[in-house]
């Protein structure tokens, strides 16, 4: 069997190609440069989700195409509105199209929390735009999709916008954290590693054309993942909170919207909190690995 993985060069992205070679797929990387997780056995494609022929010619042969590219950061798209249309609606619907003219088997959609709320701006706007074109597809010309919807990620080869990562370099920096609200949101983590698991699960046959949510097992108070690096620095930490709501992310719930049911999947051995904040730590301080 053959999968793409559009936007496989990125954090989960690239989690999630390693996940279909282990289970003996084939992959192909398609992103706008070349990755650096690249494994032996897969296969590389630059290229741009913009250019139809290009994205056509890449799902052709392919059994399973999964999206995760486009612009996946909520700052980005408030002030990049076209951008975000182009690359998170157009690009989907260039890659939905191939689907249907090679008659693929499955299109998995890396979606967000955010379809489900108020909030998010112009990223939340995208994902639901998408996920209704998703949905048209299967209704107008048969294409079967599942729709993922992530909590928030964490682990190796995240880049600096990842929350938890920037909370734990600021701890391994200094003896000050300095973080935006008031420290009353709460995260339903979920180790990378567990998220690109399940995304490959997903393909099972009992999860076509559903909404499925992947979040870690337990919700977190920022407060609490504080208390848990200091823990494991053996040092206190002094958090200075810039008071202000954040205007686009959610404090406790993305729940204010519901167009769809979801179903939670969630893995049976999966990454401890503590174990994965580890490991980020040693990441970043072992200099021979490049931590991006």
């Known amino acids: 069997m053959k999968a793409i993985v559009f936007g496989g060069a990125g954090f989960l992205g690239s989690h999630v190609a390693d996940a279909l070679l282990r289970k003996g797929y084939e992959v192909t990387v398609f992103d706008k440069k070349e990755s650096e997780y690249l494994q032996n056995g897969q296969a590389m494609i630059i290229g741009d989700i913009l250019d139809k022929q290009q994205v056509a010619d890449a799902v052709k042969g392919c059994d399973y195409v999964y999206n995760y590219a486009g612009i ?49 701006g112009f990223y939340r706007c995208s994902k639901q735009a998408a996920e209704i074109y998703i949905e ?16 928030s990620l964490y682990g190796p080869r995240a880049d600096r916008t990842n929350g938890m990562r920037e909370l734990i370099e600021q701890a391994m920096g200094g003896n000050v954290i300095h973080c935006s609200g008031t420290g009353g949101d709460i995260r339903e983590y979920i180790h990378v590693g ?9 393909l ?31 040092k206190k930490l002094e958090v200075v909170y810039d ?16 167009p769809h049911i979801n179903y939670k999947l969630v893995s049976d051995c999966y990454h401890d909190i503590g174990q994965g904040i580890i490991e980020v730590m040693r990441l970043l301080e072992d200099e021979s690995v490049e931590y991006l």
Do not use: W
């Open 243 to 258: 008071g202000g709501e954040a205007e686009l992310h959610y404090n406790v719930t993305p729940y204010t919207y519901k």
């Open 194 to 202: 567990d998220a690109a698991e399940l995304s490959v699960e997903v």
């Open 136 to 151: 048209e597809y299967e209704r107008k010309d048969g294409l079967t999709y599942t729709i993922l919807r992530y909590g």
């Open 72 to 120: 996946a950061n909520l700052d980005d798209a408030s002030t990049r509105p076209m951008d975000t249309v182009m690359l998170n609606i157009v690009g989907t619907c260039n890659i939905l199209d191939a689907c249907v003219e090679h008659h693929v088997k499955r299109f998995v959609y890396a979606s967000s929390f955010y379809a489900n709320s108020e909030k998010g």
């Open 204 to 234: 099972d046959e009992k999860y076509a054309n559903r909404y499925i949510q992947l979040t870690g097992q337990e919700m977190y108070h920022r407060e609490q993942i504080i208390a848990l690096i200091e823990e494991i620095l053996g």
